[in-house]
C-alpha cells in the first residue's frame, strides 16, 4: 500500500483472511481496513511465495460488495462509540468491526443493503462531526447514491 502525505495507512501491507479455493484463487473473508479495490467475498487472484505466504494479485470476481471505513470522532472514538456505530450500521444491512489502535470501524455493505440510507447517515454524520469516512471499494449500485 503507500502511504499518503500524513503517512497515512501506517502499515505498507495488510493481511486479510481469505478462504483458498485450491485454483490459485482466494475468496476474501474480511473487511480490509486499509487496501482499496477490494471487498469482502471477492475472488482474488493469489500467488505463494518461497515462504509460503499468498500475495494479492488483481480481482478475478468482485462480490458486488462496498468497503467503507469511518475514523469515529465522537467520544474520541470510545469502545461505546464504535460499538454504536455498528449497531446504526447494521440496521441498515452492513456489518463490520471496530479497531482501537485507529478509532476505526471497518463497514461492509452487500448489495441489498439500503445503500441509498447509508450514505444519507454517513453524510449525516461526518456533518455532525461524529466521524469521518471514505470508500474502500465500490460498486456502480453505490455510485448511485451519489446521484440521488
Not at 79 to 96: I, N
Request: net charge negative.
Amino acid at each position: 500500500m503507500d502511504m499518503d502525505e500524513d503517512g497515512w495507512p501506517s502499515a505498507s501491507v495488510e493481511s486479510l483472511w481469505a478462504v483458498d479455493l485450491g485454483d490459485g484463487t482466494v475468496r476474501l473473508d474480511n473487511t480490509p481496513w486499509f487496501v482499496h479495490g477490494v471487498a469482502s467475498g471477492d475472488i482474488i487472484q493469489a500467488e505463494l511465495d518461497g515462504d509460503g505466504v499468498l500475495w494479492a494479485g488483481k480481482t478475478i470476481q468482485p462480490s458486488q460488495n462496498c468497503t467503507i471505513r469511518l475514523i469515529v470522532l465522537k467520544d474520541n472514538g470510545s469502545a461505546a462509540a464504535r460499538q454504536s456505530v455498528l449497531e446504526v450500521f447494521h440496521r441498515l444491512g452492513m456489518t463490520g468491526e471496530g479497531i482501537e489502535q485507529y478509532r476505526m470501524v471497518a463497514l461492509d455493505a452487500p448489495p441489498e443493503a439500503d445503500l441509498p440510507q447509508i450514505r444519507k447517515l454517513l453524510e449525516r454524520g461526518e456533518a455532525k462531526g461524529w466521524w469521518r469516512w471514505e470508500e474502500g471499494c465500490v460498486t456502480a449500485a453505490w455510485e448511485a447514491t451519489a446521484l440521488v
